[in-house]
């Protein structure tokens, strides 16, 4: 019976882990735009070739 | 290239226009303009070509042309601190509206304008928004470099009074991402805390891992109640405030309910509570609330005049020119106006010659002669070359701020009332009622125990939080179908008002005629090649706006020589060309029995001879007449235009002859017609019109409906947007709305199948948590596949998804 009180308490803390990333990247603004990012990391940076 | 050209259609390498006759080639490139083409070249000479690769035509065409002197106004520094977000003298922060940006190759050439002037450290754009957040050094190039620099690529910022007047940091309200993520956490935690209690009967657990695990769900419920679910506690709150049950009282009473017997359960020992299933309800009607108010952050529903208004003019003092921003403007005050520029205040024309294009205010499609000392309005633009006027009333008084601020107070008091409102409240007086019964037997067997038990479960159970879940399941996915059509509404309950609408009145000039452009047909005398050089030239010396939609259509190079040219201010225009004597004017002017219908025709006479009229229609927006087709069948429709009533027989036919069609309308005039209509003859009124001569009426209509070319653009205050090329949907559209009622409808059954359900059990006062915690998220997840499919069903039936 233990085991699965230890299982919850391992749960729970790893979805504490995840409610705090959530709460950082809802902070970070990470939710407010969700265009730009998932293009911007497509772009290749040419610069070094050009300069 | 040029060889090629009958079969072939060039495209403008920078905005994919179709080149006219006159392009440019640049390499192997063609470009429609010189605008374009100077756009290419700044970005070739940085480098910055792969804009072009990422994207095939990414720019938009450079229509307008800039002055050189038109950001004088930010070298004062006054006005540009007011922009300035942050600053410590080499690190400038700055934020610019960009209503251009629109793909991945704006965005990307955006984040490397640093390479275009190094002064530049870092710019950010964020899509969503349309907003660049730049970072430059002001030592190495000022705010006006900047604003520029981004004007010289393609982007011109949009500045505008109401920038400057509010303050600058936009506040980003995160609150419901933070509620939705800890109501989940809540949520599938206590589940799984409670998992053990259901599957071992009770009597196995050992008591202290019990009691540890009771008190981690009543301390993981605590943040669930008071702060996930505040915004129903605050929402009933104020609607009991104003004597109002709205549905969120009946939502409210329900949690409390369930989290006070739960917590005297589980004090008492006598039970785990319903704690899961409170903050699952909790969760899924937050996500139905975030999904039926995701609103367009891209798009202002609530402008007021300020946004329109540049933010400073050059006022002329003592022989200079100084810029002063737009507020600081006092009367008798000299300002100076160029080419395309909007006059902000009401003024005299002192110097110059006006041609004033107030479609914008009145909806007249043609640009205003003015002349030296007559009044122009604000909000008109200047179409002409450059002018000065002496001010006679300061912005606050204009004619155009009295419009815009005309109090209307009668349509937020109608608005409230919705349908799920009134549905929540007899569902929660059926609830109570059953409630009160079995509570009443229970009482009357002697029970009282079991009278509790049945009470509180009942009132568990039955949460209209089904109802509230449909609803916004419902509206939610509406709204997003809506917007893939480019029909942008304001809020959710929007879509509920615009199922009752009865009457539906529309503004004719931009928002069923193209905006610009003009028909011009011919009759009367075959035009010979030499007839028509004549035609043209004597009109090439008219400044007259007729005059240019027709040389525009004769599409002759005016080469004949002209003398003894006159000016009938008003009437028309006389010349001798090649020893002929033409008349060109009104029909009055050249005299002469000619086919006459309506004010904008342009008669020609040669040598007192009568030969021919250009008549000026206006080109209807495609798909307009098939949309009076379907919806004169339904609705009661109504036109009130600014414009004159050349076009009343061709309306008249095309919108049946038992509709009200009125010419000559006045913004005011229009607001007061809305109003007889609502007051007088209380119907439901659905305006759709554009630009500023409309505000006052989309204001005070039930619902109002902004035509736009470009979502971009700038539309009055409206309830909804609706891209121009869709307006021919506005059938479908109003038919998928009403259908929206029917889902809610359906699914509310669906969920009072549930409900019977788990009142059987909950009258019996037998409903033990298991079965709650069954019955919530079941009938939770189906409320809201249930709506999305139909909502997704009816979309297709009505056209309005693509059918992949």
């Known amino acids: 019976m233990s085991a699965i009180i230890l299982l919850l308490l391992v749960s729970f803390g790893i979805a504490v882990v995840f409610l705090v990333g959530f709460f950082w990247s809802v902070r970070d603004g990470q939710f407010d735009d969700d265009y730009a990012p998932p293009r911007r990391i497509l772009f290749e940076d040419k610069e070094e070739k050009v300069s | 290239?040029?060889?090629?050209?009958?079969?072939?259609?060039?495209?403008?390498?920078?905005?994919?226009?179709?080149?006219?006759?006159?392009?440019?080639?640049?390499?192997?490139?063609?470009?429609?303009?010189?605008?374009?083409?100077?756009?290419?070249?700044?970005?070739?000479?940085?480098?910055?070509?792969?804009?072009?690769?990422?994207?095939?035509?990414?720019?938009?065409?450079?229509?307008?042309?800039?002055?050189?002197?038109?950001?004088?106004?930010?070298?004062?520094?006054?006005?540009?601190?007011?922009?300035?977000?942050?600053?410590?003298?080499?690190?400038?922060?700055?934020?610019?509206?960009?209503?251009?940006?629109?793909?991945?190759?704006?965005?990307?050439?955006?984040?490397?304008?640093?390479?275009?002037?190094?002064?530049?450290?870092?710019?950010?754009?964020?899509?969503?928004?349309?907003?660049?957040?730049?970072?430059?050094?002001?030592?190495?190039?000022?705010?006006?470099?900047?604003?520029?620099?981004?004007?010289?690529?393609?982007?011109?910022?949009?500045?505008?009074?109401?920038?400057?007047?509010?303050?600058?940091?936009?506040?980003?309200?995160?609150?419901?991402?933070?509620?939705?993520?800890?109501?989940?956490?809540?949520?599938?935690?206590?589940?799984?805390?409670?998992?053990?209690?259901?599957?071992?009967?009770?009597?196995?657990?050992?008591?202290?891992?019990?009691?540890?695990?009771?008190?981690?769900i009543v301390i993981l419920s605590l943040p669930v109640i008071t702060y996930c679910a505040s915004e129903f506690f605050i929402n009933a709150w104020n609607g009991l405030k104003n004597k109002y049950l709205n549905i969120d009282a009946p939502i409210a009473l329900a949690i409390l309910i369930t989290f006070g017997r739960s917590l005297y359960e589980i004090i008492t020992a006598t039970g785990t509570g319903y704690l899961d299933s409170m903050s699952g309800i909790v969760f899924f009607m937050l996500i139905g609330r975030w999904l039926q108010d995701k609103t367009y952050q891209t798009i202002s529903f609530d402008r007021d005049f300020r946004s329109f208004f540049p933010i400073a003019v050059n006022v002329l003092k003592d022989n200079n020119i100084k810029t002063v921003p737009v507020d600081?403007?006092?009367?008798?005050?000299?300002?100076?106006?160029h080419h395309q520029e909007l006059i902000p205040v009401d003024a005299i024309l002192s110097k110059g010659h006006a041609e004033v294009d107030y479609s914008f205010v009145t909806g007249e499609s043609l640009p205003v002669n003015v002349n030296k000392g007559e009044i122009i309005y604000a909000g008109g633009k200047q179409t002409g070359s450059i002018i000065e006027l002496l001010v006679v009333k300061e912005v606050s008084q204009s004619y155009l701020t009295n419009l815009w601020n005309k109090e209307n107070t009668s349509k937020t008091i109608s608005a409230q009332h919705s349908f799920i409102d009134v549905m929540g409240r007899y569902f929660t007086y059926i609830i109570l009622t059953i409630g009160a019964i079995a509570g009443g037997y229970w009482l009357w067997k002697g029970e009282t125990h079991l009278m509790w038990n049945a009470l509180t479960t009942i009132l568990i159970v039955a949460c209209p939080c089904a109802l509230l879940l449909s609803?916004?399941?419902?509206?939610?996915?509406?709204?997003?179908?809506?917007?893939?059509?480019?029909?942008?509404?304001?809020?959710?309950?929007?879509?509920?008002?615009?199922?009752?609408?009865?009457?539906?009145?529309?503004?004719?000039?931009?928002?069923?005629?193209?905006?610009?452009?003009?028909?011009?047909?011919?009759?009367?005398?075959?035009?010979?090649?030499?007839?028509?050089?004549?035609?043209?030239?004597?009109?090439?010396?008219?400044?007259?706006?007729?005059?240019?939609?027709?040389?525009?259509?004769?599409?002759?190079?005016?080469?004949?020589?002209?003398?003894?040219?006159?000016?009938?201010?008003?009437?028309?225009?006389?010349?001798?060309?090649?020893?002929?004597?033409?008349?060109?004017?009104?029909?009055?002017?050249?005299?002469?029995?000619?086919?006459?219908?309506?004010?904008?025709?342009?008669?020609?006479?040669?040598?007192?001879?009568?030969?021919?009229?250009?008549?000026?229609?206006?080109?209807?927006?495609?798909?307009?007449?098939?949309?009076?087709?379907?919806?004169?069948?339904?609705?009661?429709?109504?036109?009130?235009?600014?414009?004159?009533?050349?076009?009343?027989?061709?309306?008249?036919?095309?919108?049946?002859?038992?509709?009200?069609?009125?010419?000559?309308?006045?913004?005011?005039?229009?607001?007061?017609?809305?109003?007889?209509?609502?007051?007088?003859?209380?119907?439901?009124?659905?305006?759709?019109?554009?630009?500023?001569?409309?505000?006052?009426?989309?204001?005070?209509?039930?619902?109002?409906?902004?035509?736009?070319?470009?979502?971009?653009?700038?539309?009055?205050?409206?309830?909804?947007?609706?891209?121009?090329?869709?307006?021919?949907?506005?059938?479908?559209?109003?038919?998928?709305?009403?259908?929206?009622?029917?889902?809610?409808?359906?699914?509310?059954?669906?969920?009072?199948?549930?409900?019977i359900i788990g009142l059987f059990f909950a009258v019996q006062g037998t409903l033990s948590p298991i079965i709650a915690a069954i019955l919530m998220p079941c009938s939770s997840i189906s409320i809201i596949l249930i709506t999305f499919g139909l909502s997704q069903l009816f979309a297709k039936k009505y056209n309005l998804v693509n059918s992949e």
């Open chain 2, 1 to 216: 290239m040029n060889s090629l050209k009958t079969n072939t259609i060039l495209l403008c390498e920078h905005c994919g226009d179709t080149c006219q006759n006159q392009h440019i080639t640049l390499r192997n490139m063609v470009f429609c303009c010189d605008g374009c083409k100077s756009v290419y070249q700044i970005l070739n000479d940085y480098n910055l070509c792969e804009y072009y690769d990422l994207n095939n035509h990414p720019g938009l065409k450079q229509t307008n042309h800039i002055r050189k002197e038109k950001f004088a106004f930010l070298d004062n520094p006054e006005i540009a601190n007011k922009l300035i977000q942050f600053t410590d003298g080499s690190r400038t922060h700055v934020t610019f509206y960009l209503p251009q940006i629109h793909c991945s190759s704006c965005l990307w050439l955006l984040e490397h304008i640093h390479r275009i002037n190094p002064g530049i450290t870092s710019s950010r754009v964020n899509f969503t928004n349309k907003e660049v957040f730049i970072i430059f050094d002001p030592l190495v190039i000022s705010m006006r470099g900047v604003v520029e620099l981004l004007t010289h690529i393609g982007y011109e910022p949009h500045l505008s009074m109401e920038d400057v007047s509010r303050h600058q940091l936009r506040h980003i309200d995160r609150t419901r991402w933070y509620k939705i993520g800890l109501a989940g956490f809540c949520f599938a935690n206590i589940m799984m805390m409670s998992f053990p209690e259901y599957f071992s009967d009770g009597a196995t657990l050992e008591p202290l891992i019990k009691r540890t695990l009771t008190i981690i």
């Open chain 2, 328 to 337: 600081q403007i006092k009367i008798n005050d000299i300002i100076i106006i």
């Open chain 2, 471 to 755: 609803a916004s399941f419902t509206r939610g996915n509406i709204l997003r179908i809506l917007s893939l059509n480019k029909f942008y509404l304001k809020n959710a309950n929007v879509i509920e008002s615009m199922s009752h609408i009865g009457t539906i009145v529309f503004d004719k000039t931009g928002t069923l005629t193209e905006n610009h452009k003009t028909n011009v047909s011919y009759a009367g005398m075959f035009l010979s090649p030499t007839l028509k050089t004549r035609i043209a030239s004597v009109l090439n010396h008219s400044n007259h706006p007729l005059s240019k939609v027709v040389l525009l259509y004769l599409d002759t190079p005016p080469t004949s020589h002209i003398e003894s040219f006159k000016i009938t201010e008003h009437q028309g225009i006389e010349a001798w060309v090649d020893e002929h004597h033409l008349k060109i004017g009104s029909q009055e002017f050249v005299g002469g029995l000619m086919p006459h219908n309506g004010k904008s025709n342009v008669a020609v006479s040669i040598d007192s001879q009568p030969i021919g009229v250009f008549h000026i229609t206006n080109t209807y927006r495609q798909g307009v007449f098939d949309l009076f087709k379907s919806l004169k069948r339904k609705y009661t429709l109504s036109l009130i235009s600014g414009d004159n009533n050349n076009e009343e027989t061709r309306l008249r036919e095309k919108m049946g002859n038992d509709c009200v069609l009125l010419f000559e309308q006045s913004p005011y005039d229009k607001l007061d017609y809305i109003r007889y209509l609502q007051d007088t003859k209380k119907e439901k009124v659905l305006m759709i019109g554009d630009g500023l001569n409309d505000a006052g009426a989309l204001k005070e209509s039930h619902i109002g409906i902004a035509v736009c070319d470009d979502e971009n653009n700038f539309t009055p205050a409206a309830d909804g947007i609706i891209h121009a090329s869709k307006i021919s949907l506005m059938d479908n559209i109003l038919e998928y709305i009403k259908s929206g009622k029917k889902i809610i409808l359906l699914s509310f059954a669906i969920s009072i199948a549930y409900n």
